[in-house]
């Protein structure tokens, strides 16, 4: 080795001195690996080539550009499929449970408490059916608490399954549901039709109780453990999965983990608090380089039970390997508005469920449904090579440019924490991709 290797810091001052709109990145370690933005490729290379390219030799540079095939086609513009092929039926926009830090506002979005009537669930069903572009579409229920409607929730999947067939299309079904109000009934439904689980449970009884409660401030796991023990324990053709909000009263994660590890899910996503009622729960600038080492923590402890086991538990990591690993190179965050839309309990149309209500993501009405203009205008605007700070992120294929619906009511102060933890990961890539290559291939590690 002819240098030493530099710090990351110096990684970081070199690329925001060298390169504004950086192609590749130097990922610092015990081999010099560099990333390859425009195709999401991951390289081994030399001491001395790393050495030379941290310092933005220009020998090393195009030496760089020469040995891989330029991969500006990689990177493609998303547009607005002609009908969205996925939907979110906003069933209740109501829910049984006063969270503390609720974005939704217990669902109502600042608005009344209302269900949504079955004609609205069925009139929005039969639109995206008839005039999905794929052969296999998506239905989503949320709330507030969808199982508030139970109704309006059976009888559109027994609908939807019904003109699906006849139309010779596939449809898959999700929930996500605080589990607090499932009974026997509903337990057989999520399992004879194959929904997508998504259960809100912060973590072990005290953590989760702590902001978790009912309208009479009691704490609620008792009821979803109960209620959930069924499915746990015999899910049939459903897929369960824990999502925890992390707020800053407790930024740890490994525990978290552990604790809903112990009640039995074998798929748990964490999801930080970027927006709240109560300011104070809320991320503050301060608190991200503290959940980055939490998320360390927990990918660390995971990498034992992936070596003995073979499979992810904790679906953060999974997420960002699995997308490392098929070499996703995205120009925005989400299929939100792409070909993903979400629909209020009065049948009108949002770009997803973070945004029901609000004007400035309104899409469409019932009676007309999504305009494909309003939703073309949306994405274009958005595209990561668009905007600042995003086009001159390395990062900005990984990320996407983050979430709509938080960048606008947030800001982008989480940004330096998606850029350590995209790293890590990639690292993490390159050892699980070494010592255990079939965790790829695995039908266990198969994501949603």
Same mark, same amino acid.
């Given at each position: !080795?002819?240098?030493? $290797?530099?710090?990351?810091?110096?990684?970081?001052?070199?690329?925001?001195?060298?390169?504004?709109?950086?192609?590749?990145?130097?990922?610092? &370690?015990?081999?010099?690996? =560099?990333?390859? !933005?425009?195709?999401?490729?991951?390289?081994?290379?030399?001491?001395?080539?790393? *050495?030379?390219?941290?310092?933005?030799?220009?020998?090393?540079?195009?030496? $760089?550009?020469?040995?891989?095939?330029?991969?500006?086609? /990689?990177?493609? /513009?998303?547009?607005?499929?002609?009908?969205?092929?996925?939907?979110?039926?906003?069933?209740?926009?109501?829910?049984?449970?006063? @969270?503390?830090?609720?974005?939704?506002?217990? &669902?109502?979005?600042?608005?009344?408490?209302?269900?949504?009537?079955?004609?609205?669930?069925?009139?929005?069903?039969?639109?995206?059916?008839?005039?999905?572009?794929?052969?296999?579409?998506?239905?989503?229920?949320?709330?507030?608490?969808?199982?508030?409607?139970?109704?309006?929730?059976?009888?559109?999947?027994?609908?939807?399954?019904?003109? *699906?067939?006849?139309?010779?299309?596939?449809?898959?079904?999700?929930?996500?549901?605080?589990?607090?109000?499932?009974?026997?009934?509903?337990?057989?439904?999520?399992?004879?039709?194959?929904?997508?689980?998504?259960?809100?449970?912060?973590?072990?009884?005290? !953590?989760?109780?702590?902001?978790?409660?009912?309208?009479? &401030?009691?704490?609620?796991?008792?009821?979803?453990?109960?209620?959930?023990?069924?499915?746990?324990?015999?899910?049939?053709? #459903?897929?369960?999965?824990?999502?925890?909000?992390?707020?800053?009263?407790?930024?740890?994660? $490994?525990?978290?983990?552990? /604790?809903? @590890?112990?009640?039995?899910?074998?798929?748990?996503?964490?999801?930080?608090?970027?927006?709240?009622?109560?300011?104070?729960?809320?991320?503050?600038?301060?608190?991200?380089?503290?959940?980055?080492?939490? !998320?360390?923590?927990?990918?660390?402890?995971?990498?034992?039970?992936?070596?003995?086991?073979?499979?992810?538990?904790?679906?953060?990591?999974?997420?960002?390997?699995?997308?490392?690993?098929?070499?996703? @190179?995205?120009?925005?965050? @989400?299929?939100?508005? #792409?070909?993903?839309?979400?629909?209020?309990?009065?049948?009108?149309?949002?770009?997803?469920?973070?945004?029901?209500?609000?004007?400035?993501?309104? $899409?469409?009405?019932?009676?007309?449904?999504?305009?494909?203009?309003?939703?073309?205008?949306?994405?274009?605007?958005?595209?990561?090579?668009?905007?600042?700070?995003?086009?001159?992120?390395?990062?900005?294929?990984?990320?996407?440019?983050?979430?709509?619906?938080? =960048?606008?009511?947030?800001?982008?102060?989480?940004?330096?924490?998606?850029?350590?933890?995209?790293?890590?990961?990639?690292?993490?890539?390159?050892?699980?991709?070494?010592?255990?290559?079939?965790?790829?291939?695995?039908?266990?590690?198969?994501?949603?």
């Amino acid at each position: !080795m002819k240098s030493s $290797l530099p710090t990351p810091a110096e990684l970081s001052l070199f690329e925001e001195a060298n390169i504004p709109q950086p192609w590749f990145h130097l990922i610092a &370690g015990s081999k010099p690996l =560099v990333f390859l !933005m425009e195709n999401s490729r991951l390289f081994e290379v030399s001491p001395d080539l790393f *050495a030379a390219l941290a310092i933005g030799d220009e020998e090393a540079i195009a030496e $760089l550009r020469e040995a891989v095939p330029s991969a500006h086609d /990689a990177v493609q /513009a998303w547009h607005a499929d002609a009908e969205p092929s996925s939907i979110s039926l906003n069933l209740a926009q109501s829910c049984n449970l006063a @969270c503390s830090y609720c974005y939704a506002d217990e &669902g109502r979005f600042g608005g009344q408490q209302r269900l949504m009537p079955i004609e609205v669930a069925i009139a929005t069903i039969e639109r995206l059916i008839e005039q999905a572009p794929k052969r296999r579409v998506t239905i989503g229920f949320i709330g507030g608490e969808p199982f508030l409607n139970r109704d309006t929730l059976y009888r559109s999947v027994e609908y939807a399954t019904e003109l *699906a067939a006849r139309r010779g299309i596939s449809v898959g079904f999700s929930i996500t549901t605080n589990g607090t109000l499932l009974n026997q009934s509903d337990i057989t439904l999520l399992r004879e039709n194959a929904f997508a689980v998504s259960v809100s449970i912060d973590g072990g009884a005290t !953590m989760h109780d702590l902001h978790r409660t009912d309208h009479r &401030g009691t704490g609620s796991f008792g009821t979803v453990v109960r209620n959930l023990r069924p499915l746990l324990d015999d899910p049939g053709r #459903a897929r369960i999965a824990a999502r925890s909000t992390v707020t800053r009263s407790d930024l740890r994660v $490994l525990e978290r983990v552990e /604790a809903l @590890c112990a009640i039995g899910f074998q798929e748990i996503g964490v999801s930080p608090l970027r927006t709240s009622p109560d300011p104070t729960l809320a991320f503050t600038p301060d608190d991200w380089s503290i959940f980055l080492k939490e !998320m360390i923590r927990i990918a660390e402890a995971e990498w034992q039970h992936l070596l003995k086991r073979g499979y992810f538990r904790f679906s953060n990591l999974a997420i960002a390997l699995k997308e490392i690993h098929r070499g996703s @190179c995205r120009p925005l965050p @989400c299929g939100s508005a #792409a070909n993903y839309v979400s629909v209020s309990a009065e049948g009108n149309y949002f770009t997803c469920h973070r945004t029901i209500d609000d004007s400035r993501f309104a $899409l469409g009405t019932l009676t007309e449904g999504p305009n494909q203009a309003e939703r073309e205008k949306f994405l274009q605007a958005r595209l990561v090579d668009t905007q600042e700070p995003c086009r001159s992120c390395w990062a900005r294929y990984l990320c996407g440019g983050g979430c709509h619906a938080e =960048v606008i009511a947030s800001g982008r102060d989480g940004c330096d924490y998606i850029r350590g933890w995209l790293d890590y990961c990639l690292r993490y890539y390159d050892r699980a991709l070494s010592e255990r290559p079939d965790i790829f291939s695995s039908p266990h590690n198969e994501l949603p």
